[in-house]
């Protein structure tokens, strides 16, 4: 077996394209990955406009925001050019220099102001957006929704906070300044105190009886007030979640992206190396040759499955020093994962074995891997949510009959500690190799 | 037709023909019949070839030739009869071989795929270096097969064939798409062999071929061996019929006559 292998890494050797593209391939996809993951964070691009004077204070119940304040608020989750007019900024989108354009009119410090008043009017922001894309419109309006839930909760929460200032006033009393003068305000607990003080002193009769209705109202005013300081903050922050996971942990968003470039690598190379070197061997007429005596057809597929794991191994090794440059791997886990990449490798070659057998020509075998593998490696990516429980099952069943969900499953659970077991892919994997080595075997007695 | 069970060869010994009756045959077929999917290939054929002769099959596309060859070698097995010879080799008509491996490297695989498989004990290496020799092909041993010329690819095809020290070499259709110069390097090697003890039964459809190089003709047709003797026995078979003297015009009125 092991002169069948030298020889298939020999041919393999004198195809200098072939080979060119097994170490080209990873590394190509591992700086198309990692770039793509380092570089998510990357923020919308978004004109400004503020309209609002410089340097405009906005107080409010003892509260200030200043127009920066709001600007920076709003620049948080996206990236913003300065514009230094609505016409400026209206060119940046239709130039493509911004994604949308933001414009805070000039009233919107006394709009602001008014929220604290008898007569709220909310202030009202102007948004411009090209049309002409639909993704991107989507992209857009989910940082623009961002951008302005940040605006509105801190407005929120300074306006709550300027509210609970008032009803401490009333509470508990204070300096209160009105157009420009002080004013005493003697709050309700106060007042209680002085009203039950002279209620003993006032006689019995019609007077003492509205004095001590003037005492209930003030002791029950005191008591409820004291509950609209959290109120009020409750609104601000009106549901709040407290977050259980159950289950096992999912893997984070790295491990998985990691997972899945290493699994569709290692899928697509595996499976149309061996699909294809079977295939030739017929091609070649060696085939024939091989069988008369010199070696046994399960030898032969054992020789495949070993080129298969071999040279898929190393190309996923490749891959995987190329997006450790971007991503941190775990090198430490390294035994872990290398037995995932061991066990995937094997189970793609026993298919890939399997199609060359049943293809028996190079390119029907190539065609046919293609065609196979992308879609079914897609399909075990849909979220079991994301479809109705008739499909979820097909999913499921095309998914454990296919190495490329057990192989992810290995990965992640090999490159991170809290991802899926480990141990439970390996032996669907080894099933899988066993399964499809014996459907390679079946359809090589008529090769 | 020479009597059922006779075996007569000539042996080219310096050029010259001599005939030799054999005792034992070196390879044997006895009422061998095959079919594939209903239809049959080949229906209770006999065949034997003696030690150092050379025989030549002949007959129309489908006649079994191809069948009969891969079943005297091994490689399938018949649905009845038997068939007993040892150390075959056999020369698939169309070069098994990898092309983008070197000569060399082609031969030191199946040699040592028929060390490990016990059928030689030669060191793998000195074998290659015998092979090239064999087939002077040294000057080209680095050379990817991929690159040799259609005949030369066919002397290495050949020489693989040989490496077990076959005592009966089965050649399907040797000379296909070689040119006249490359077909008679390649038979001028192969009678090399045959000088050296070794039998030969190759299948053709160039009846210029059988003639020139064969010392015994049989003729298959739908299956059945229709015909067993030398080239003059088959045009003797059809002088009645007013053939020529061309083998290849006998050959036709022969198949004619019996309705093929």
Known sequence: MRWLLQKDLQILRRSPLQLALLVLYPILIALLVGFAMTRGGE??????????????SLGFGGEEVDGNEIRDQL????????????????EMVEAGEATAAVVLPEDTGDRIRSLASLNPEPPVIQIIVNGSDTVENQVTDDRIDAMLGEANLLLAQRLSEGAKQYLD?????????????EIEVLGLTKSEQILRKIEPKVPPGTDREELKRAITFAGLATDNLDLAGPLLTAITQPIQAEKIEVGDEAPSLDTFAIGVTTGFALMFVTVLLVAGSVALEREENAFTRLTAGLVSRSQILAAKIGLGTVVGTAVALILLSGLGIFVGIEWGRAPYWLLALVFGAAAFSAGGSALGAAAREVRAATLAA???????????????DAVGPAIETAISLVSAIFPFRPTLDALTGGLELSGPSLWLPLLHLIILTVVYGALARLALRRF | MPPAGASFFRRRVQGNLLKVKSQE????????????DGREALGGVDFEVGPGEVVALIGPNGAGKTTLLSI????????????EGHGVAWVPQQAALYRRLTVRENLLLFARLQHDAGLTSEAPQTMVERMLGLTGLSARADDPVGTLSGGNQQRVNIAIGLMAGPSVLLLDEPSVGLDPAQRERLWSFV??????????????????????YAERIVVLAE??????????????????????????????????????
């Not at chain 1, 006033?169 to 003068?181: A, M, P, S, V």
């Not at chain 2, 090399?192 to 039964?201: A, H, Q």
């Not at chain 2, 061996?225 to 083998?247: H, I, K, Q």
């Open chain 1, 370 to 384: 293609v065609m196979i593998c992308l879609p079914v490696a897609l399909l075990s990516l849909v979220p079991d």
């Open chain 1, 169 to 181: 006033l009333i509470l508990k009393g204070g300096e209160l300044d009105l157009l420009g003068q």
């Open chain 2, 223 to 260: 299956g059945e061996r229709v015909f067993n003797g030398t080239a003059d026995e088959l045009r003797s078979e059809v002088e009645a019929g007013g053939a020529t003297g061309d083998l290849e015009s006998s050959f036709l009125a022969f198949l004619r006559e019996r309705g093929h």
């Open chain 1, 43 to 56: 923020q919308t691009r978004v004109a400004l406009y503020n309209a609002m004077p410089p340097s405009e």
């Open chain 2, 25 to 36: 045959p070196a390879l044997a077929a006895r009422e061998v019949s095959k079919s594939f």
């Open chain 2, 191 to 212: 009678l090399g062999l045959v000088g050296d003890g070794t039998s030969v039964t190759f299948s053709t459809h160039d009846i210029g071929e059988a003639e020139r």
């Open chain 1, 75 to 90: 620049c948080d989750r996206v990236d913003c050019i300065e514009a230094n007019s609505t016409a400026e900024a209206t």
């Open chain 2, 72 to 83: 005297l070698a091994g490689i399938s097995k018949p649905d009845s009869g038997q068939v």
